[in-house]
Structures are given as C-alpha cells and as structure tokens.
C-alpha cells in the first residue's frame, strides 16, 4: 500500500527567498504523485502532478517538484516566495488506476514580510 | 462555469440527527469524491463514484452513505451522527480522462464545516 510523508509540518520563509517543502513517498508500483494547496477557507487546488514522465515537474505560480526514485521523494520548491504563497501544501501519491489518492498531513508555509 | 458547488457551507448537528450534504459539478465529470479533514491531518476518502448509478467505498465509510442518480450530483448522507463525525467535508470531481483516480486532477468544491455536539 502506498503512504507518503511530509517532513515538515510547517515551514516560514522570508519573502523573496526560496521554498522547500519535503515529501517521501512509498509506493509498490510506478505511483503517480501530486502536489495541492489549500489557502484558508477554500478547497484544494492542483500545482502540479507528475505521472512516469519527465521526472522534473513544472507548477503553477513558479513551483516545481522533481522525482527522485532512488530518494523515493517528490520534494516542492519555488525560487522566489510571495506574501501569497502562505498556505498549506498537501503532497499526494496513488498506485495507479483506480487506486484513491493519499494525502500527506500537509505543510504549512508562512511567508514573512 | 460554477465548477464543483457544496451546500451548505456550515452546520451543527445534535449526536443522532441525520443530514445530507449535498454536491453538484457542472464540469460533466465521471468521477466524484467525498473526503473529510480532520484538524492536523490529510483528507482522508469516504466515498467515490466512477459515473451515474456506481459508488464504491473509500478508506473511511462506515456511518456514512451515497447515491449517484445523475452525472452532476453526489449527496453524502450522515445517519446517526456522531462527535466523531465533526470534520470538514470537501467534494471533488475528475474527468476520468487521464487514466482514472490516479493520474487526473481532482477539482474541489469549497467544503462544509460540520460539528456533531
């Protein structure tokens, strides 16, 4: 059965600096693996997925996620943050097919002025 | 285009009572989801359905459950609520186009809050 693991439960970053955001998976197959954000009050919303193609993987609003086999982690990053970045990411992995996706716990960014 | 569409947005239930939290996608999606989300924690799956008249179980279903009458809507039911039924509930739908569950983007709808006191 596949799982993921997000390292961080919250993470705070000054405007203007760069975005990390860790995620470990754990999957039998090839998974498919996701990332989605979530801002106060809303529902989720798709950044980018990565489905057994080009393992670095470009978002909307500049993130993007690579996939390391070797590393079994699908890492999210952004070069420059923005006041509204703040929000929580959810990284999220399935085995394929039918199988219903995984959600990790989620990672809270906060963005500092 | 309203895209995924939950009412109502809040509500608090005595232990007992029963309600339906209703979802409707204006996208003519296939599948449809239910989750709910716990403070501090990932969604986790209730119920799915893959097109009009199919439901399957997801990872957490027991006390609830859910029809798929037509393309456009999936209620959830609440039978018999309980304190450890209080959660946020968010409806999603895809396209089933990219290879089903696993590889679509999942569309969200704003959730409801619920509370069972």
């Known amino acids: 059965a596949q799982s993921v693991t997000q390292l961080d439960s919250h993470v705070s970053v000054s405007e203007g600096t760069p975005v990390l955001l860790r995620c470990n998976y754990s999957s039998s197959y090839s998974p498919s693996l996701f990332w989605y954000v979530q801002h106060p009050n809303k529902g989720l919303q798709l950044l980018l997925k990565?489905?057994?193609?080009?393992?670095l993987v470009k978002g909307i609003n500049g993130f993007e996620a690579e996939f390391k086999k070797s590393e079994t982690s699908f890492h999210l990053t952004k070069p420059s943050a923005h006041m509204s970045d703040a929000a929580e990411y959810f990284c999220?992995?399935?085995?394929?097919?039918?199988?219903?996706?995984?959600f990790g716990k989620g990672t809270r960014l906060s963005v500092i002025a | 285009n309203a895209g995924v569409t939950q009412t109502p947005k809040f509500r608090i239930l005595k232990i007992g009572q029963s309600m339906t939290l209703q979802c409707t996608q204006d996208?003519?999606?296939?599948?449809m989801y239910w989750y709910r989300q716990d403070p501090g924690m990932g969604l986790k799956l209730i119920y799915y359905?893959?097109?009009?008249?199919?439901?399957d179980k997801g990872e957490v279903p027991n006390g609830y459950n859910v029809s798929r009458s037509t393309t456009e809507d999936f209620p959830l039911r609440l039978e018999l609520a309980a304190p450890s039924q209080t959660s946020v509930y968010f409806c999603?739908?895809?396209?089933?186009?990219?290879?089903?569950?696993?590889?679509?983007?999942?569309?969200f709808g704003p959730g409801t809050r619920l509370t069972v006191t």
């Open positions: 999603a739908s895809s396209d089933g186009l990219a290879g089903g569950v696993s590889a679509d983007e999942q569309y």
């Open positions: 999220v992995v399935s085995d394929g097919g039918n199988t219903p996706l995984v």
């Open positions: 996208m003519n999606h296939n599948y």
């Open positions: 990565y489905t057994s193609a080009a393992t």
């Open positions: 359905s893959v097109g009009a008249g199919i439901t």
